[in-house]
């Protein structure tokens, strides 16, 4: 029935952005034509919370429910160490009861949660 998920982040940049997922994560790719390019993701899980319905996206003219994502990790602060040789600074690392969490800044001025979680995971 289901085979995949795919994610759509809209950003201010998507030329910058696709290069440093590209580039600096390391995400493969595929052109899906025109130079538009598809990434390949890690496996995924999904979590969902509750809300008061106002986080929508318009898409396809339908509101299709928002969505946070974040990057998954086994040891967040060697990841945060790499990308920082990359020249990529992360916010403040938080700690919570279900994670260490950082946030990676996007060249369009985005970002997307990183995390380690602490509980236990779906993959």
């Known amino acids: 029935m289901i085979n995949g998920v795919h994610f759509l982040l809209y950003s201010k940049d998507a030329e910058a952005d696709r290069a440093f997922v590209r580039e600096v994560l390391g995400f493969r790719t595929v052109d ?4 538009w390019l598809i990434f390949g ?10 809300g008061d319905g ?14 946070v ?7 967040l602060a ?10 990529v600074e992360c916010s403040e690392t938080l700690e919570a009861e279900w994670g260490i969490t950082t946030t990676v800044p996007l ?17």
Do not use: N
């Open 32 to 35: 899906a034509g025109h130079g």
């Open 41 to 50: 993701l890690p496996p995924a899980e999904m979590g969902i919370h509750p």
């Open 54 to 67: 106002q986080f929508v996206q318009q898409h396809g003219e339908q509101a299709l429910l928002g969505a």
């Open 69 to 75: 994502m974040y990057l998954m990790c086994d040891d």
């Open 78 to 87: 060697a990841t945060v160490r790499e990308l920082r040789t990359k020249h």
């Open 107 to 123: 060249p369009s001025g985005g970002r997307v949660g990183l995390y380690q979680p602490k509980h236990p995971t779906a993959i």
